[in-house]
């Protein structure tokens, strides 16, 4: 789905720098955007059998506080109206992540976290380069952006999984407490996006979306960034 030309805006859209900063801010104490707290961590290490509901609760918590999901789920659907096509792109998205996140798990397949992590940094970035038209006016043409969005959810599952894999879940019980975990993060992704939804609701609603979605989409793509800086410099002086 392609996306309208914007206006440039020469003054502050306060309600977009909220919007994406305090998003952006959810995670800012953690040490990577996959990274799970330590008490988590160290429930994680000692517990073995099936936990499904504990499994689950983990899952969800996961997704409503990973903020680099978020930033890319407010990037997919910033200019999808309908439930139907937000449905089909979250949908591709959630099969994305959890294919990579089961399977690198379950096979033990990890990635260096800051490099997996920059990569999803760079999903941010693609989509808010996407939002404002930019691959239309620099190349002539518009990428599959649902071919995008189900790649992307590759690497954000194979994020996840790799930071999973450092703490070593028992092998006792771990196909049912991952697919627990799987079915917390589809409902955390649920929760998380209805309250996108409500705001961007609103806020399209009133005179200033087209007016300030082209500064959002900057603002996005500015925290994109961010986050690969992040992950890279942690890759060089780790």
Not at 13 to 41: M, P, R, W
Not at 56 to 65: D, P, Q, S
Not at 146 to 158: D, E, Q, V, W
């Amino acid at each position: 789905m392609s996306s309208p030309r914007l206006p440039r805006l020469h003054r502050g859209a306060l309600f977009a720098l909220a919007l994406v900063l305090s998003v952006l801010c959810l995670g800012i104490e953690q040490a990577a955007a996959h990274a799970v707290a330590e008490g988590d961590k160290g429930y994680i290490q000692e517990i073995t059998g099936v936990h499904l509901i504990s499994f689950l609760y983990l899952g969800a918590k996961h997704m409503v506080t990973g903020y680099d999901h978020i930033l890319f789920l407010l990037g997919v659907i910033f200019f999808l109206y309908r439930m139907k096509h937000i449905a089909t792109y979250v949908s591709l998205f959630a099969i994305g992540h959890s294919t990579t996140m089961l399977a690198g798990v379950y096979f033990g397949v990890g990635i260096n976290s800051y490099i997996i992590d920059a990569i999803i940094g760079l999903s941010v970035v693609y989509k808010a380069l996407d939002n404002m038209g930019a691959y239309q006016r620099w190349f002539g043409f518009q990428p599959n952006t649902k071919a995008a969005t189900l790649l992307f959810g590759l690497f954000h599952g194979m994020g996840l999984a790799s930071k999973i894999i450092d703490y070593d879940i028992a092998e006792d019980g771990l196909l049912p407490n991952l697919l627990a975990f799987n079915v917390g993060v589809e409902v955390g992704q649920l929760l998380a996006l209805g309250a996108i939804l409500i705001i961007m609701g609103f806020w399209r609603r009133t005179p200033s979306f087209l007016r300030h979605a082209y500064t959002a989409n900057m603002l996005l793509m500015a925290a994109g960034f961010v986050l690969i800086g992040y992950q890279i410099t942690g890759l060089i002086i780790s």
